[in-house]
């Protein structure tokens, strides 16, 4: 893998049976594309459809440049072995779990991938999982589910179908409805050493809206979003990637920080401030969030 695999800004969606928006997909900038063949392919006998495409176009390199994930349909779909099987291929980094609920969904999920891998002569956990917590059952089980396989790449949170599932009413100016959810997601990711993905912004023309989710979704500790249409991208990647201070700052704090180590002074301080250890995980975090954007850069370039 490239070192940019795991730079997961914005996750855009693209229904696999529509060719229009999956050659707009092609040329975004999203760091990943998430093929769906799950809610937003209907009616079912569009799915065949969906999945033949989604073949097509990874066999053809049109996401050459950029890793993809397949939303496959929930575990009760009926579908669920038509979508693995056809879409385990070469070009398919992994796959979201829709409506994950317990550790026994990615469980189960991890078995079939690991048959298939065997069937098909692939490296035993090639295919990577995300599951999507989107139900109450979900957020009170997300520590398990996180930690339920190797494959498990991240989580994230899918607000509008957790909305539903607890009877609430969907506010969007607040946050009230999502925000324990929201929170809870985000500290289970960072728990297990994983950069959480922020539920999507459905009101897609409403960039405003998108800024104001996103400056909630940053203090909440995530590092990228569902995106719905490639017009949300360039704010959300303006929200989750370093600014040029950052880096800057970043750099200085590990510059003084390893002077003073070299002087056996466990501390130092920069512009009044203390330089503990604190300061320098995150300065580290962050330089090493900047070097994936650039390699990510120099990938889409070539």
């Known amino acids: 893998m490239n070192t940019s ?7 855009l969606f693209v229904p696999g049976h529509n060719d229009k928006l999956l050659q707009s997909a092609a040329s975004s900038k999203a760091d990943v594309i998430l093929l769906d063949v799950e809610d937003s392919v209907l009616p079912t006998k569009n799915k065949a459809i969906a999945r033949g495409k989604i073949q097509e176009a990874i066999q053809s390199g049109m996401f ?12 009760n779909s009926g579908q669920i072995l038509h979508d693995v099987l056809d879409l385990t291929i070469e070009g398919v980094h992994g796959f979201l779990f829709s409506k994950t609920n317990d ?4 469980v189960f999920f991890d078995r079939l991938l690991e048959s298939i891998e065997y069937q098909k002569n692939f490296p035993i956990g090639k295919f990577k999982i995300i599951p999507i917590l ?3 059952a979900s957020i009170v089980n997300a520590d398990q589910i996180a930690k339920a396989s190797n494959r498990v790449v991240t989580i994230g949170f899918g607000s ?5 599932d607890i009877e609430a009413i969907r506010d969007f100016d607040q946050g009230i409805s999502i925000f324990t959810a929201r929170s809870w997601a985000s500290t289970i990711a960072h728990a297990n050493k994983m950069q959480p993905i922020d539920a999507a912004y459905i009101h897609v023309h409403d960039l405003l809206g998108l800024e104001k989710h996103l400056e ?5 500790g995530f590092g990228g979003m569902w995106v719905l249409h490639p017009k949300q991208i360039p704010l959300v990647h303006k929200f989750y990637s370093p600014s ?6 970043a750099v200085d704090i590990m510059r003084i920080y390893e002077l003073a180590e070299k002087d056996d002074r466990g501390v130092a301080i920069i512009e009044g401030k203390f330089v503990g250890p604190p300061l320098v995980v995150a300065a580290k975090k962050i330089i090493q969030k900047h070097k994936m954007i650039l390699s990510k850069e120099r990938i889409t370039e070539d």
């Open 134 to 136: 989107e139900t109450a």
């Open 244 to 249: 040029k201070e950052e880096v800057e700052n």
């Open 216 to 220: 909630k979704g940053k203090l909440l």
């Open 64 to 75: 050459s440049k950029t890793n993809v994930y397949i939303r496959i349909n929930e575990r």
């Open 103 to 106: 550790r026994e969904d990615i």
């Open 160 to 164: 509008e179908d957790y909305v539903s």
């Open 5 to 11: 695999d795991n730079l997961m800004r914005s996750l």
